[in-house]
Structure formats: structure tokens, C-alpha cells
Nanobody
Framework: QVQLVESGGGLVQAGGSLRLSCAAS????????TGWYRQAPGKKRELVAT???????NYADSVKGRFTISRDNPKNTVYLQMNSLKSEDTSVYHC???????????WGQGTQVTVSS
């Protein structure tokens, strides 16, 4: 019923920037928590950033000061602005939407981010 579609991934050089988008249909992102996760080969899944219904943001220590999560309510889209990218940021990035009141938890298909040295 709810669909999340990520976009914006690609290949960039270290120090560059990308903006990832998570576009939702079927559920209002402003009613729950949206998070960006990443998982590189051989590593456990990592929570990168979240934004709550109230707009509170949280970040993994590894990305603080470099990444910014935001939400555009009219577009029902959450973004992840990624600056000063490092090779260790290389991963598949997935967005997740959790709306506890509706017992809803949804994942997107993911978008690949590759950062070259």
C-alpha cells in the first residue's frame, strides 16, 4: 500500500556531494519517523539519520556535520544531503518509514552511493 522510492545515488569523488530523495505514496511521512540506513558488503546495517514527526533529527556520529536529513511535507519526500563524502560512505542507502499508530513499517528498494578516492 505504501511505497517508498529512493533516488539520487551515483558515483562521486571523495569530497563531493549527493542528495538522496525518498518519495512516498500511500502514507504521510509527516506522521511518523523516516530514517536512512546503509549497509556495505561485510558490514552490519547502520542507521545514518532519522527525522521524526515533530522534525527532530538524529545522526550517526560518522556523518554528523556532513549529512543533513530534511522533509518536504507538501511533496511527501525526505531528503538526505550528503556533503564531504568519503570512501567509507560507499553503500546501498535505503529509506524506511515507521508510523507506529498505523502499525506501518515500510522500506524502499535502495539506491547505490559509490565514493571514489
Amino acid at each position: 500500500q505504501v511505497q517508498l522510492v529512493e533516488s539520487g545515488g551515483g558515483l562521486v569523488q571523495a569530497g563531493g556531494s549527493l542528495r538522496l530523495s525518498c518519495a512516498a505514496s500511500g502514507a504521510p511521512l509527516r506522521f511518523g519517523t523516516t530514517g536512512w540506513y546503509r549497509q556495505a558488503p561485510g558490514k552490519k546495517r547502520e542507521l545514518v539519520a532519522t527525522i521524526t514527526d515533530g522534525g527532530t533529527t538524529n545522526y550517526a556520529d560518522s556523518v554528523k556535520g556532513r549529512f543533513t536529513i530534511s522533509r518536504d511535507n507538501p511533496k511527501n519526500t525526505v531528503y538526505l544531503q550528503m556533503n564531504s563524502l568519503k570512501s567509507e560512505d560507499t553503500s546501498v542507502y535505503h529509506c524506511n518509514f515507521n508510523w507506529a499508530a498505523a502499525k506501518l513499517d515500510s522500506w524502499g528498494q535502495g539506491t547505490q552511493v559509490t565514493v571514489s578516492s
